[in-house]
């Protein structure tokens, strides 16, 4: 039970705040304690419960594989303004800004033109294309810099966190360093008014002739991202054309906007950070509620984010909008209004991420008034103007008062940045939160305490393509890697040359453990979390991961840049590809759409003849995967497989990744009479329910299932197998709130062999009651499965892990492949990615091939 803060305290968040339509949260009366077991609201929960049909275009821009190129931010070399004529895009009367007097995406560009031509202070690059292949258009707004100046704070960036120990004592830094500030907007589509303030802001940054404001642009950088998501600012979504809520995407960064935004954190270097949201009423301003990131230097980042954060509230109450006269609340910071519900653990949130690229100061922003989803379709266009310009004075006063606590603190949040780092590189301990260590800030008791051991260092065993993946992964998200140039012995065990080591001494230790570490079980911390509680990609991505005590002796350690290749074909006899990730199940697909005859070994890998040597070359260079010589011949022929799906954003380009044809489908294009000749497999986890398909629909499917099998994910699909009848299996659904890295024990064979041993959940299923023909493929884990994240029981006392303990996460049959987890979940479980695939070989083409 947390205590009560020593200030007037709010309702817990989580009951507090209403889910009244996706992305609109209204603050309403509730009397809730933190006990209160009640389910959360998740900032993505009604993205999960629609089938998604995004574009397989959209798909391909972010997988590269649509023969773009991305648009790099230019280099150190040049000074400032650096200035270019953006070419204007077509106007398009259907941008959902319009209707709320906002700026549509069509006039941003010459806007920036506009803006450019003001003065010598502004400066616009293309930081890369959306999803959708929009320009992601980031503004610097400072002082002019000469290209030798440029190239000075370039050093001095670089000194302070490669070198912090000289940096701390370094008098031009001191002097002469321009803070970074990253101003972020529209990360969310339909939350559109933070580009309006941004524009306007950078307007009068870029003519004001004051002595408070050439201070703050001779001594800062600022760098507005005008609209991270300009797919969804046209179409008035939550989303990007792919569907994907990006502010859940910076751990996995699958797509190309949330890729971009990283590099501009990576490159520039923030010390503050604002990410622009809407609609909570009233405003609220981070810091968060318990439970926090425990990589973080938490002491340091309290202190600056609480201390802007009361800045911002008084800017913003200070604008006069009243409840009786506007309907605008007065703001709020959970952390000192708030017991639980809206908390800092994942680093899936962009300010949230930023703090391990040395933010000390980084704050979600919501602003109040509701103009998205029902209040867009239903409020006069005159009452959601009135609401939008509020918002955009609210984000503006956010904004402004940000500008001056960076002007007024600037020596010591770059001093704060430097500490972080500092304390990375020299591996000191973290600092526990307390009023003592963290003066000012009121309020702060145990359940704010949360620190971890960092290791020594990991190793990963260069052993394929997982491993390869997971270092690039590493080294993208500027975590420093290096490879093994002999093997060496270490706490009992050989690793061979090659194997790659991250020294978990370095400037950016906080985000390398919070990428790798197992995570931690938080169940009896709080009582519920806003989002995902685990994400272990180190469990997660089918690399082996392991912790060091210490460095090996001897100078075996050198950087590397990128993981090695690790494409490879043998030279003679037919070749195994092993199936086991998803660039393999990507590599085989290929083979199968270009006709060759490909047969699946009784452990589920595939035997391609050696006759198609040629063509396995192409894709093991295409896919970074390995076809071994083996002497096996297979079991059954394996097919092009064309899969119908009514599936969740996530998963959906999961399917696409792995280079499944995939055809989207849902209840209504069922009702509306879909041609199932064109498909060979089914695959169903969200908006496919067999009550609700009219008479045609149902008999088409169940004809087709008849001759076809089903692939189902969760409770929705265990309900189509259920409705429809092709295995025998009842589907108990653990807590609905529950998420997280759980144990798993494979039974292997067809599907799970040479699976992980972990496996992602979230809503977790298992099954009971099976049918004589219905085979476990897995487990969970007994005793309690999970292993980091959090799931506690449902009120009633039931849905816990241990009733999962040891119950059938994954099972099979003749028709069907039911998974009880989350192999495919917002693109995440690289690893577990091959189950679904396999399964989809397995159950194409007819009900009895399994």
Known sequence: MHHTRTVPARPVLLTALALTTAGSLLLTPHTATAADPRPPVHREAALDLEAARTPASAARRALGTDGSAAEAIGDDSRGYPRRQVLTPDPENPADKSLKLGLTPYHAIAPRLNALQALGDRVSVEVAGRSAGG???????????????????????????????????????????????????????????????????????????????????????????????????????????????????????????????????????????????????????????????????????????????????????????????????????????DQEEGWDDWPPIFTPQYAAFHGTVAAHTVEIPLTVNNRAYDTLPVTELRRRAAINVDVAGAALRATLDFVRSKRASLVADQIEVFRRGATGAAQVPVSARTVPGVPGIGPEDVYTTAFPRAYVIPAAGTAAARLVDHLLANDVRVTRATHSFRLAGRTYARGSYVVDMHQPKRGLANVLLADGRDISDRVSAMYDISGWSL???????????????????????????????????????????????????????????????????????????????????????????????????????????????????????EMNFEVTPVSTEVLNAGFDWSAVDVLFVSAGLDHADLNAGARTALDAFLGGHGLVGRGATGAALNSAAGPLAAKAVEGNGDANGVVRVRNSGGVLTSGAPDHGFVYAPVWFTDLGPDVRVEQVYGTGNPLVSGHWRPSQDGSGGPADAAGRASVVSGPGAVLFGTEPLFRDHPKGEFAQVGRALFSMARTSGSS
């Open 538 to 656: 180190g469990r997660l991505w089918g690399a082996t991961v392991e912790s060091l005590p210490r460095l090996p002796y001897g100078g075996v350690l050198r950087p590397v840049r990128a993981a090695s290749s690790v494409a490879y074909v043998a030279p003679r006899g037919d070749l195994r590809l092993r199936l086991d990730d998803p660039n393999e199940v990507a590599a085989l697909n290929s083979l199968l759409r270009e006709g060759v005859e490909a047969r699946r070994a009784a452990d589920g890998s595939a035997i391609v003849p050696g006759s198609a040597r040629r063509q396995a070359v192409a894709a093991a260079r295409a896919y970074d995967v390995a076809f071994h010589a083996t002497k096996l011949t297979g079991t059954a022929p394996l097919h092009r497989t064309r899969v119908a799906a009514a599936v969740t954003a996530g998963e959906l380009f999961a399917l696409r």
């Open 134 to 336: 929009h320009r992601l258009y980031l503004v610097t707004v400072t002082a002019p810099e000469t290209a030798r100046q440029a190239r000075a704070q370039a050093r001095m960036r670089e000194l302070i966190e490669g070198a912090p120990a000289l940096a701390a004592k370094s008098p031009e830094i001191k002097r002469t360093y321009k803070a970074p500030v990253f101003l972020n907007n529209n990360i969310h589509g339909n939350e559109w008014e933070g580009t309006d303030a941004s524009l306007r802001l950078i307007e009068r940054l870029a003519t004001a002739e004051d002595a408070r404001t050439r201070d703050l642009l001779s001594h800062s950088r600022l760098y507005f991202n005008i609209t991270a998501n300009p797919d969804g600012r046209i179409a008035g979504t939550r989303a990007n054309a792919n569907g994907f809520d990006m502010n859940r995407d910076f751990v996995t960064a699958s797509q190309p906007e949330v890729r971009a935004m990283r590099q501009i954190m990576v490159d520039k270097q923030p010390a503050v950070m604002l990410d622009l949201h809407g609609y909570v009423n009233g405003t609220l301003i981070e810091p968060t509620t318990p439970p926090h990131g425990e990589n973080y230097e938490y002491d340091l980042f309290l202190k600056n984010t609480y201390a802007n954060a009361l800045g911002m509230e008084a800017a913003v109450n200070g604008l006069g909008y009243t409840p009786e006269k506007d309907d605008v609340q007065p703001a709020q910071i959970p952390f000192r």
